[in-house]
């Protein structure tokens, strides 16, 4: 089993900035691909960013492209999310999510590949 605790979350204005982080516990997390999702209110859960084992390889949604930068500290069993020049329509509860793999260069952006996700942490950008 693997735990998973964003925090970071909170109330920032339009154009500001916000760090998310996702501690891991109970499996090796240097095994752990890892992924960042969101829910807007009344939308559903959608692929923001998601890091390979290694850290070496990242991809992104396209609405995050270029604001967004997702990281891996796998001594601090920790991913972060950082995300600049935030918008309103990034108002969403984001989720972390984990899933074991042994292709240490893959990036998953497809929910249904994470076996373990957190409990998710708001995101709220007031313009």
């Known amino acids: 089993q693997v735990q998973l605790v964003e925090s970071g979350g909170g109330l920032v204005q339009a154009g500001g900035s916000l760090r998310l982080s996702c501690a891991a516990s109970?499996?090796?997390?240097?095994?752990?691909?890892m992924g960042w999702f969101r829910q807007a209110p009344g939308k559903g859960r959608v692929f923001v960013a998601a890091i390979s084992t290694s850290g070496g390889n990242t991809n992104y949604a396209d609405s995050v492209k270029g604001r967004f930068t997702i990281s891996r500290d796998n001594a601090k069993n920790t991913v972060y999310l950082q995300m600049n020049s935030l918008k309103a329509e990034d108002t969403a509860v984001y989720y972390c999510?984990?899933?074991?793999?042994?292709?240490?260069?893959?990036?998953?952006?497809?929910?249904?590949?994470?076996?373990?996700w957190g409990q998710g942490t708001h995101v709220t950008v007031s313009s």
């Open positions: 999510a984990a899933t074991q793999t042994y292709s240490s260069g893959t990036v998953y952006s497809g929910q249904r590949i994470y076996n373990y």
């Open positions: 109970g499996r090796s997390f240097s095994s752990l691909a």
